[in-house]
């Protein structure tokens, strides 16, 4: 073997839940969790900002292949803002850009303030984002001071808290749906108050079903062996709990391996009902082998997980595979 080719342990499939670090890009923690993770393959199911810290879904091997499913759940943040004061990139990390006085506002203002920015709203993107426009990211444009249109999107606030409130700073925590910047929200609520605001602390508490609590710290991460951090990986199954599931018998493994069709009437007909159009396809101990879409009497298979039908083999990888981003 090659000295720059490791073996992949095959039962490295599954979704690894790290509490970001403040200081640190999501991409740098793929790369690290890959690297202990023997090279294999490496995403993420939604990027956060370097200084945010929280909950992110590291997606190792097959689960790369779940990134948009699981991107497109809700997002639960906390997070702190100072009235008062603009910067260029939003939050605290940037050049302040103007000062403001605060006025005086009391606890049911700020209630009130919160409340009107719940609901369906059209937000505008940062100019700090990996959002492209023409084909490039508007942080670029950024950094070279240059002023680009930026578009806007459709976002849903389910809820937005105050947690404490002592001028300049608030508190809050917020549900909202993927793509809302809390960046831009933190904005636009000091827009309201006519002073300006950014954020200065935020931390994602849960991205869909996974919770901060579920997840390890970064350093703890790194120093576990392969065995303990294949031993700490979420199964494709449980990452893919809110969808209904399907039994296969073991012999309709093979064709469904190969991509083909499978007959409706397999496993449970209470499950493979009328409307049921989407499901991931399991084994009989609950291990998820695919998603499949209905196509009249068929089973479609959209994404097959290899991994699932490899019991005890490995492959070899090289050590300059490219991680996988995941949003």
Excluded at 24 to 41: E, L, M, N, Q, Y
Excluded at 49 to 71: E, F, H, N, Q
Aim: net charge neutral; proline share 6%.
């Amino acid at each position: 073997m090659s000295p720059r080719a490791r073996r992949i342990d095959a039962r490295m499939h599954g979704v690894l839940l790290v509490d970001k670090p403040a200081g640190h890009t999501s991409h740098d923690v793929v790369a690290r969790v890959r690297r202990a993770a023997g090279f294999v393959r490496c995403g993420h199911a939604g990027t956060l900002d370097p200084m945010a810290t929280g909950v992110l879904p590291v997606l190792l091997g097959d689960a790369t292949r779940l990134s948009d499913c699981l991107m497109n759940h809700d997002k639960t943040y906390a997070f702190s803002l100072r009235f008062g004061q603009t910067t260029d990139t939003q939050d605290a990390e940037g050049r302040v850009l103007e000062e403001r006085p605060v006025p005086e506002l009391s606890g049911d203002r700020i209630r009130q303030l919160l409340a009107g920015f719940t609901g369906a709203q059209r937000q505008q993107v940062p100019m700090f984002s990996a959002v492209k426009v023409d084909g490039r990211p508007l942080h670029r444009a950024a950094r070279r001071g240059q002023d680009v249109a930026r578009p806007e999107r459709e976002v849903m606030i389910f809820s937005l808290e105050l947690v404490s409130w002592e001028s300049p700073v608030l508190s809050a925590v917020v549900r909202c749906s993927k793509g809302t910047y809390v960046r831009q929200l933190a904005h636009d609520l000091g827009e309201a108050v006519g002073c300006g605001a950014h954020v200065t602390a935020l931390r994602r508490v849960r991205s869909g079903a996974f919770d901060v609590t579920r997840a390890l710290p970064l350093t703890d991460v790194l120093a576990l062996d392969e065995d303990r951090l294949s031993a700490a990986l979420l199964p494709l199954r449980e990452a893919l709990a809110d969808w209904p599931a399907v039994v296969i018998p073991p012999e309709q493994e093979r064709p469904l391996r190969d991509g083909q069709d499978l007959p409706v009437s397999i496993g449970d007909a209470t499950i493979a009902g009328d409307d049921l159009r989407a499901v991931v396809l399991v084994d009989g101990s609950g291990r998820a082998l695919a998603l499949a879409e209905r196509r009249d009497d068929r089973w479609h298979p959209t994404r097959v997980f290899p991994g699932s039908f490899e019991k005890t083999t490995c492959i070899s990888a090289s050590f300059h595979q490219n991680p996988v981003s995941g949003g």
